[in-house]
Nanobody
Framework: QVQLVESGGGLVQPGGSLRLSCAASGSIFSIITMGWYRQAPGKQRELVARIAVGGSTVYADSVKGRFTISRDNAKNTVYLHLNSLKREDTAAYYC????????WGQGTQVTVSS
């Protein structure tokens, strides 16, 4: 069973930056597309970025140009660099494969506020 552990969230001012990490157990990490999802209060969880095994990436329009997803297959880890953060980026952030197959981790909270 794959387990996902997210970290790196926090409180940041508008315009600030954060780097989120997701460590995945299991040897199949290197052969699956991984994604970062987020869920704001009262809203549905949405996919904001995904990265294929070969490194190609796709971003939601709302984060394009501000967020960067990357992966280190040797470490079974996927990252999300969040730049130029806006208040509307406030949410709990989760990683999972695309499409979702594994139990959700606990997520990591990102709060953008002055």
């Amino acid at each position: 069973q794959v387990q996902l552990v997210e970290s790196g969230g926090g409180l940041v001012q508008p315009g600030g930056s954060l780097r989120l990490s997701c460590a995945a157990s299991g040897s199949i990490f290197s052969i699956i597309t991984m994604g970062w999802y987020r869920q704001a209060p009262g809203k549905q969880r949405e996919l904001v970025a995904r990265i294929a095994v070969g490194g190609s990436t796709v971003y939601a329009d709302s984060v394009k140009g501000r967020f960067t997803i990357s992966r280190d297959n040797a470490k079974n880890t996927v990252y999300l660099h969040l730049n130029s953060l806006k208040r509307e980026d406030t949410a709990a952030y989760y990683c999972n494969c695309v499409p979702v197959q594994y139990p959700w981790g606990q997520g990591t909270q990102v709060t953008v506020s002055s």
